[in-house]
């Protein structure tokens, strides 16, 4: 079965220091990796992907995303985290051998402390 | 305003009591999916749709329906909810092909089932 997890529920991090949030997937053939995010009362919103090339992903609001074929992980990452960033974010794989399906980690929440 | 709306926001119902969650979205988006979001388990996918009358299981449609008749809706069915239906549920839009790599997610309708 494909499928992603992300191993900490919460993360804390305090304004201005680099924040990683972390996820690793379980596919058959290549992955294509997602991070979404969500703010409180509101649907998720697409951050970045990696489907093929550079290991590193840039996406918005400054986010980025390692991809580590190795250690079959993608983590999210920030240099300088905001309170802003507080938010529930979300890994996601597309299945492999159905593009249709897709597969979301259990979710991890980023609290940012001034 | 690109968007995907939900109807209702918020819904209070009783064992056995079909109803039906709406979905629309103004994107002209060929692919629409169903998630449902608990604590600890992430999102799953319910349903999706490749496009207009086209439509398939995803991971967890057990109690569940859809159609798919116009473009643009996608409506979610409960026939006889039951309370382990009590969730958040998304709907989600984004272009065929490549471009499903990004879904739109509404804002979500929280269901309670008596």
């Known amino acids: 079965a494909q499928s992603v997890a992300q191993p900490e529920d919460q993360v804390n991090v305090a304004e201005g220091n680099p924040l990683t949030v972390k996820c690793t997937y379980s596919?058959?053939?290549?992955?294509?990796l997602f991070w979404y995010v969500q703010y409180p009362n509101r649907g998720l919103q697409f951050l970045l992907k990696y489907i093929t090339g550079d290991n590193l992903v840039k996406g918005s609001y400054g986010f980025e995303a390692e991809f580590n074929k190795s250690q079959t992980s993608f983590h999210l990452k920030k240099p300088s985290a905001l309170v802003s960033d507080s938010a529930l974010y979300f890994c996601?794989?597309?299945?492999?051998?159905?593009?249709?399906?897709?597969?979301f980690g259990s979710g991890t929440k980023l609290n940012v402390k001034p | 305003e690109a968007q995907v709306t939900q109807n209702p926001r918020y819904l209070i119902t009783v064992t056995g009591k079909k109803l039906t969650v709406t979905c629309s979205q103004n994107m002209n988006h060929e692919y629409m999916s169903w998630y449902r979001q608990d604590p600890g388990l992430g999102l799953r996918q319910i349903y999706y749709s490749m496009n207009v009358e086209v439509t398939d299981k995803g991971d967890v449609p057990e109690g569940y329906k859809v159609s798919r008749k116009e473009k643009r809706n996608f409506p979610l069915i409960l026939e006889s909810p039951s309370p382990n239906q009590t969730s958040l549920y998304f709907c989600a839009s984004s272009l065929s092909g490549r471009g499903r790599d990004t879904q739109y997610f509404g804002p979500g309708t929280r269901l309670t089932v008596l």
């Open positions: 596919v058959s053939g290549n992955p294509y």
């Open positions: 996601a794989v597309r299945d492999t051998n159905n593009f249709n399906k897709f597969y």
